[in-house]
């Protein structure tokens, strides 16, 4: 079993900058590989929506409102994946959650995983 875990949330005045990290682990012995990582969020009423990813070989894409602002990267020998938000705005209040397309041992399929999400709020 792989679990997601994150990091970096809190709040911040407009025009601010916060940096979230994620980190995938396994149980003890355990062996996987990590295909798409990515970043969603969710704000209160809404749906959630992906917000950044990012394949194993460093491709990225963004929701069009992000687009110059955050950056989405990782680091494969760590099994991490960050996002560096700057210029953030009340409306990037949500929280936001990782998520990672694994597959385990040697099996070709792969599995979303959640990590439990991370409140980032901006004040105006």
């Known amino acids: 079993q792989v679990q997601l875990e994150e990091s970096g949330g809190g709040l911040v005045q407009a025009g601010g900058s916060l940096r979230l990290s994620c980190a995938a682990s396994?149980?003890?012995?355990?062996?996987?590989?990590?295909?798409?990582m990515a970043w969603y969020r969710q704000a209160p009423g809404k749906q959630r929506e992906s917000v950044a990813t990012i394949t194993r070989i460093g491709s990225t894409n963004y929701e069009d409102s992000v687009k110059g602002r955050f950056t989405i990267s990782r680091d494969n020998s760590r099994n991490t994946v960050s996002l560096q938000m700057n210029s953030l705005k009340p409306e990037d209040t949500a929280v936001y959650y990782c998520?990672?397309?694994?597959?385990?041992?040697?099996?070709?399929?792969?599995?979303?995983?959640w990590g439990q999400g991370t409140q980032v709020t901006v004040s105006s």
């Open positions: 396994g149980s003890s012995g355990s062996v996987f590989s990590i295909n798409n």
């Open positions: 998520y990672a397309l694994i597959s385990s041992g040697h099996s070709p399929y792969q599995y979303p995983y």
